[in-house]
């Protein structure tokens, strides 16, 4: 059964501290992607990667860190720099450069 | 400055009627328009796509229109149904220009019974 997870679906943390969300593809997508949507805006790319061990920045990467070890795995870092943390955040990944995207459930990030 | 607009935040519409969805964008570089569907706490999901080479896509009750010309295109459903109230997104990428996909705010969609 393919698909892309995201891990929690839910996320509580302390302002100050970095926090990682999980996700994790098994549909041997090369590229992967990070967005972030806030109420009333449409989907906002933070990160990329088109292949293992590469990632670009997206239009809103900064206070966000990321890595692509695995094929299957493309994990987050909210990092403290992030001036506005609480989100939902948005896995998703693609076969190729063009055609559609596979979106996983979604984490939702709130900083208390 | 937003590339893909998708002006009406809402819209409700009647069992059994037409809903038409509305997108117009900026980038004359786009070539690849999509739409993707979004219930709530749940990631959108892809629902059907056109390419820049035609002027219409269909898949039973979803049809997509293109208008390059007045950069506008719009997603039909009829019937329309209770099952298709959700958000949706109108999403447009260049081929030639990497892997950045630009999604527009979304259209939440209300189908009354």
């Known amino acids: 059964d393919g698909g892309i997870t995201q891990s929690p679906k839910y996320l509580f943390r302390k302002e100050g501290q970095n926090v990682t969300l999980s996700c994790e593809q098994n549909l041997n997508h090369d590229a992967m992607y990070w967005y972030r949507q806030d109420p009333g805006q449409g989907l906002r790319l933070i990160y990329y990667s088109q292949i293992v061990n590469d990632f670009q920045k997206g239009d809103i990467a900064e206070g966000y860190s990321v890595s692509r070890e695995k094929k299957e795995s493309f994990p987050l870092t909210v990092t403290s720099a992030q001036k506005n943390p609480t989100a939902f955040y948005l896995c998703a990944s693609s076969i190729g450069q063009v055609g559609e995207q596979f979106f996983g459930p979604g984490t939702r990030l709130t900083v208390l | 400055d937003q590339q893909v607009k998708q002006n009406s935040p809402s819209l409700s519409v009647q069992e059994g009627r037409i809903s038409i969805l509305n997108c117009d964008y900026t980038n004359s570089m786009f070539d690849y328009f999509l739409w993707y569907k979004k219930y709530p706490a749940e990631g959108p999901t892809f629902l059907i796509s056109?390419?820049?080479?035609?002027d219409k896509n269909e898949d039973g009750r979803f049809t997509v229109f293109l208008n390059k010309s007045a950069k506008h295109l719009s997603l039909h459903i009829v019937p329309s149904q209770p099952g298709d109230s959700a958000v949706y997104f109108c999403?447009?990428?260049?081929?030639?220009?990497?892997?950045?996909?630009?999604f527009g705010a979304g259209t939440r969609l209300f189908v009354k019974a």
């Open positions: 999403a447009a990428s260049d081929g030639t220009g990497g892997f950045k996909t630009i």
């Open positions: 056109i390419s820049s080479i035609k």
